[in-house]
C-alpha cells in the first residue's frame, strides 16, 4: 500500500491543523491506519492508531484529548486533526498502515513520507 501525507505547515501554539493520509494501491478497510511523529534529535515515537472499521482508536498519553484520528474508508482517506498544539508537538509526521486490526508500533510495515507540522511559541 502507498501512503502519502499532507498538510502539515506552521502553526502558533494553541493552534489547530489537520493532517490526511491517502492511501492507494490495495484494499484499505483491510489496514489499520496510524501516525508516528520524530522530532529533531529523537527518535520516532508513536502518536494514534484506527482500526479498518474505525471503532476504535488508540492514542499516546501526550496527545490524548488534544489529537484524533479518523478514516474515510469510502475515499482511502486517514486524518489526524491536531488541537492545541504546543511547541513539543514540532516534528515530522508519518502515517503508517499495518494490514488487520493490530497496530503494534514495532512492527508496521507501511509508511508514507512525513510531513512538517512546526509549532511555533
Known amino acids: 500500500v502507498q501512503l502519502q501525507a499532507s498538510g502539515g505547515g506552521l502553526v502558533q501554539a494553541g493552534g489547530s491543523l489537520r493532517l490526511s493520509c491517502a492511501a492507494s494501491?490495495?484494499?484499505?478497510?483491510?489496514?489499520?491506519m496510524g501516525w508516528f511523529r520524530q522530532a529533531p534529535g529523537k527518535e520516532r515515537e508513536f502518536v494514534t492508531f484506527?482500526?479498518?472499521?474505525?471503532?476504535?482508536?488508540y492514542s499516546a498519553d501526550s496527545v490524548k484529548g488534544r489529537f484524533f484520528i479518523s478514516r474515510d474508508n469510502a475515499n482511502n482517506t486517514v486524518y489526524l486533526q491536531m488541537n492545541s498544539l504546543k511547541p513539543e508537538d514540532t516534528a515530522v509526521y508519518y502515517c503508517?498502515?499495518?494490514?488487520?486490526?493490530?497496530?503494534?508500533?514495532?512492527?508496521?510495515?507501511?509508511w508514507g513520507k512525513g510531513t512538517l507540522v512546526t509549532v511555533s511559541s
Open positions: 484506527i482500526t479498518w472499521s474505525g471503532g476504535r482508536t
Open positions: 494501491g490495495r484494499t484499505f478497510i483491510n489496514y489499520a
Open positions: 503508517a498502515a499495518r494490514y488487520g486490526s493490530t497496530f503494534p508500533p514495532n512492527n508496521i510495515p507501511y
